[in-house]
């Protein structure tokens, strides 16, 4: 594994997250299938999920992130923040979760590795 | 020994979201009995998708299924497919299928939906049609080709969503509606007035005006309007004119009914051991919702009664509907402006992304967002929580909402 990939990708610094906010990442830069968001719960805590909601198209990076949920923006279907694991319709399939680090104020994003 | 330590076995009839979340909430409060579906369909699928992406044709039904059909096996849910119940016997808690077949169960959970009004206005042929099943969608789509005319008697969510489905397709559209402004008691009158231009703006022909008679001939169909001097012809038409519960499965067994099933606030029926969810269920004296999430409530709520658990909180009622690329949600009431309610709006009303709330002192009641969803999660949480907000905060989009529900 290269140096840069085992320390994470800087995606954002944590202040640019509101709590209770994402962002999304451009698979472009994560390299993943996907574009990955940064999830900040409300009491501070990055997390990262795979951005598309799996029932339809939306992005989950502008969903209502509360309590370790994210709440789908259109159809509110959620998803635990550290598991993706989907709890409730219309959605019924898991989404990816992905290792997120905070260090000095900067969020380092570790694509395909679990949380 | 508890009430709910001896049901062993319960029958949900109606493959609907209401069936499947009664079903898939009885497993996940721990009920390891027997759990029967029945469903009509093979396997049951989500209905929203019938009037937008299923019936623009990109979604197959296999992508609208409620769950994938292994979830049942995994769930041990016997899914029975295709069939429907044509009896009811409640107090030898059995079921009898169109198949000929018994089925007993310790509890009944009624979820017969509902089905689409059908006025007489004519005959009821190939080219006109209603909507609610996937049949239904799949019927109206063969007609929907570019250049097709396409009349549609009623806008509310349904007609207004397929106008823009419709349009979307190429075909041409004509809206009617009696009221000048549909939706004004959902929304309220001025993003109503909104929304329902938007019609227009797409090409659409909204009128204000009712249909008398329908005929169908050669060429499609011939629709007289009232007030017209002749009538017009389509190649299609819709009846998007609102929803009869079907109660008559209850209604024969002798179950209380009145414009709905009647159930208590934990879903029973007037017979202790048959509940009714979703659309086919009232609540004794309210309105039925008719809305997905409520239905899925009204699952989640049986369960809990059946197992004697805690009911899920209570919660300001919640749609979504979608038209022409735009995200229309509600929560709550919506109210007129008068010596008790207020109405606030957050942005522009007519400049998506922008929300409206209904205030009745410092609490909000209702709001509705055109591509703001999180204004809508904010204010849910805002009725929910019984939290005191100021209008001038509301108002500035300059506020964050979340930080209103902290104080």
């Not at chain 2, 000048?180 to 938007?198: D, K, N, R």
């Not at chain 2, 929300?355 to 967002?369: N, P």
Request: hydrophobic share 40%.
């Amino acid at each position: 594994m290269d140096t840069a990939k085992s320390q994470g990708i800087r995606v954002a610094s944590v202040d640019d997250i509101p709590e209770g906010e994402g962002i999304a990442i451009s698979s472009d830069i994560t390299g993943t299938e996907d574009d990955i968001a940064i999830l900040r719960d409300d009491d501070g805590t990055c997390w990262a999920l795979n951005d598309t909601c799996t029932h339809e198209t939306a992005s989950l990076a502008e969903g209502w992130v509360e309590d370790g949920d994210v709440e789908c923006p259109l159809h509110s279907s959620r998803f635990n923040l550290k598991t993706g694991k989907v709890d409730g319709l219309p959605a019924t399939r898991d989404t990816v979760p992905h290792r997120v680090e905070v260090r000095d104020g900067e969020v380092y994003l570790f694509p395909g590795e679990r949380p | 020994m508890t009430v709910s330590s001896v049901i062993s076995s319960v029958v949900v009839v109606g493959g609907g979201i209401a069936g499947v979340s009664t079903v898939a909430e009885l497993r996940k409060k721990g009920y390891v009995g027997d759990l029967t579906l029945l469903s009509a369909d093979p396997v049951p699928y989500d209905r929203p998708p019938l009037s937008k992406e299923y019936l623009a044709g990109g979604r197959d039904l296999d992508s609208i299924a409620l769950q994938a059909p292994e979830w049942y096996v995994d769930q041990r849910i016997s899914l029975v497919g295709g069939v429907v119940a044509v009896a009811l016997r409640p107090d030898a808690g059995e079921v009898e299928l169109s198949d000929g077949r018994v089925l007993t169960a310790d509890r009944i959970v009624l979820a017969t939906g509902g089905r689409a009004v059908r006025p007489s206005l004519g005959e009821i042929g190939s080219a006109i049609h209603v909507l609610r099943e996937v049949g239904d969608a799949d019927r109206l789509r063969t007609q929907l080709v570019p250049g097709a005319r396409l009349l549609i008697v009623g806008a509310g969510l349904i007609g207004a969503e397929v106008a823009s489905t419709a349009r979307k397709l190429g075909a041409e559209v004509v809206l009617v509606d009696p009221l000048p402004v549909p939706l004004a008691a959902a929304v309220g009158i001025e993003v109503a007035t909104w929304l329902h231009g938007l019609h227009a703006d797409h090409g659409v022909g909204a009128l204000t005006t009712t249909v008398e008679t329908l005929l169908e001939t050669p060429a499609g169909v011939a629709a007289q309007l009232t007030g017209e001097p002749g009538s017009r012809e389509f190649d299609a038409v819709l009846l998007a004119v609102g929803l009869v519960p079907e109660t008559a499965l209850a209604e024969a067994a002798g179950l209380e009914t009145s414009r709905g099933i009647l159930v208590d606030a934990g879903q029973v029926t007037s017979h202790p051991s048959v509940l009714a969810v979703g659309d086919c269920a009232r609540l004794r004296d309210h309105p039925r919702a008719e809305h997905w999430e409520a239905a899925q409530l009204d699952g989640a709520r049986a369960a809990a009664t059946i197992l004697e658990a805690e009911p899920p909180p209570t919660t300001a009622s919640w749609w979504w509907s979608d038209r022409y690329g735009l995200h229309v949600e509600g929560v709550g009431e919506m109210r007129s402006p008068d010596a008790e309610h207020q109405t606030v709006v957050r942005g522009v009303v007519g400049e998506p992304p922008f929300s409206v709330f209904t205030l009745r002192g410092e609490r909000v009641i209702g709001a509705v967002a055109v591509d703001d969803p999180n204004a809508v999660r904010a204010a849910r949480r805002m009725i929910d929580r019984g939290v005191d907000v100021r209008a001038s905060d509301l108002a500035d989009p300059g506020t964050d909402l979340r930080k209103l529900l902290r104080r």
